[in-house]
Each structure stands twice: as structure tokens, then as C-alpha cells.
T-cell receptor, first 111, second 113 residues
């Protein structure tokens, strides 16, 4: 079983809508969480990190972390067609070298 | 921006043959990683390294070897390629491990026939 599980597998939202992604870890040692985005034909690129409980906002993107439940989420408001991509949650331990990725959520934003 | 360069970008290999995927980073990063991407499995860690001349096994190391001859270079070696190793492979680097951003290359599409 993967240590980082994402849901849903795919998501379709209209332009201007809200897209929401979920990620749950099964390893309580994970302390650092990241969201990455991968457009077709490219490597993943980091969107934002979240290391403390609560919300973190960067422009249209908001991440939320609840360490007690090992749950992290990402919300994109005012979604644009250019946001269509594969979104990954990634986690690692304090002082750890390994970065573990989830299986990803594919987002399609329709004009 | 951090640069990670992979070569080749695509390769067709025969079953049982040897394949070497190369990666070069110019960011002075200590940590380097090899991931495999398959539909439905996301990114799975094969091998990683945090210092030259040393490599560590990731989550799916069977059938793969890694080599880190210098801080800048990290290779993935398939001694006996198999059909199940057909995938897209990504090399990545980061500065201090899990609390810093991981920078990825553009990937190598490997097809084993």
C-alpha cells in the first residue's frame, strides 16, 4: 500500500470553478508536505509546501494540513484551463532524504 | 531556476539488454533521485543519493542499479531490461532533502521490446 494516497483519481471543473484535492498519509513520521503539478510531457514542478497545521494561501492556491489526521488538501479557486494537469502530493520525514509521492489526481478545467 | 538534464529523452531497448539513463544537475544540490512514472502508480522512488559515491535503495529498487560518481551526475542502470520496465523515468535533485523543493528533469521515455 502506498504511504501517500490521493483522491479523487480525476476531477473535472468548469473554468472559474473550485478544484479540490485530497491526500492522506499512512506514516505518522511524515512532517513535510508538498504539492506538485505536472503538465503533459514535462516533469513535475512544485506548487507549494505546507509544514504546519492550518491553512497556507498562495494566490489562487490554498493548502490545508491536519497532522493529527495526516490529511492535507489543496484547493484552486478560479480554475483556469491552464491548470489542467496531474497534481501530486508528496511527503517526507523530518531530516529524511526520501520524498514519497502519491499516485496523483488528474484535473481537467473546461472553458 | 534549478536545472536537471536527462539523457536520452527516449530510448527503445531490447529485452535482456543493458540500459543506462543519465542525469546531470547544475544546482550544487546534494540530493538526487530516480523516479519511475506509470499510469495509476504516480511517481515511485527507485534509488536516491545524498552524497557522491553513495546510493540508497528507494521503494522499488529491484532490477535497477544506481551510480553517483560526482555531485552533479547520477545514473540509473538496468542490467537486464525487461518488458515490465517500460515506463517514463524522472531524475530529480533537491538541496537538503524532504523540506526543500525537488526539481525534476523532463523525463526519459523507455520502451523495452
Amino acid at each position: 500500500q502506498q504511504k501517500v494516497q490521493q483522491s479523487p483519481e480525476s476531477l473535472s471543473v468548469p473554468e472559474g470553478g473550485m478544484a479540490s484535492f485530497n491526500c492522506t498519509s499512512s506514516d505518522r513520521n511524515f512532517q513535510y508536505f508538498w504539492w506538485y503539478r505536472q503538465h503533459s510531457g514535462e516533469g513535475p514542478k512544485a506548487l507549494m509546501s505546507i509544514f504546519s497545521d492550518g491553512d497556507k494561501k498562495e494566490g489562487r492556491f490554498t493548502a490545508h494540513l491536519n497532522k493529527a489526521s495526516l490529511h492535507v488538501s489543496l484547493h484552486i479557486r478560479d480554475s483556469q484551463p491552464s491548470d489542467s494537469a496531474l497534481y501530486f502530493c508528496a511527503a517526507s520525514e523530518t531530516g529524511g532524504y526520501k520524498v514519497v509521492f502519491g499516485s496523483g489526481t488528474r484535473l481537467l478545467v473546461s472553458p | 531556476e534549478a536545472a536537471v538534464t536527462q539523457s536520452p529523452r527516449s530510448k527503445v531497448a531490447v529485452t535482456g539488454g543493458k540500459v543506462t539513463l543519465s542525469c546531470h544537475q547544475t544546482n550544487n544540490h546534494d540530493y538526487m533521485y530516480w523516479y519511475r512514472q506509470d499510469t495509476g502508480h504516480g511517481l515511485r522512488l527507485i534509488h536516491y543519493s545524498y552524497v557522491a559515491d553513495s546510493t540508497e535503495k528507494g521503494d522499488i529498487p529491484d532490477g535497477y542499479k544506481a551510480s553517483r560518481p560526482s555531485q552533479e551526475n547520477f545514473s540509473l542502470i538496468l542490467e537486464l531490461a525487461s518488458l515490465s520496465q517500460t515506463a517514463v523515468y524522472f531524475c530529480a535533485s533537491s538541496d537538503t532533502g524532504g523540506d526543500t523543493e525537488v526539481f525534476f528533469g523532463k523525463g526519459t521515455r523507455l520502451t523495452v521490446v
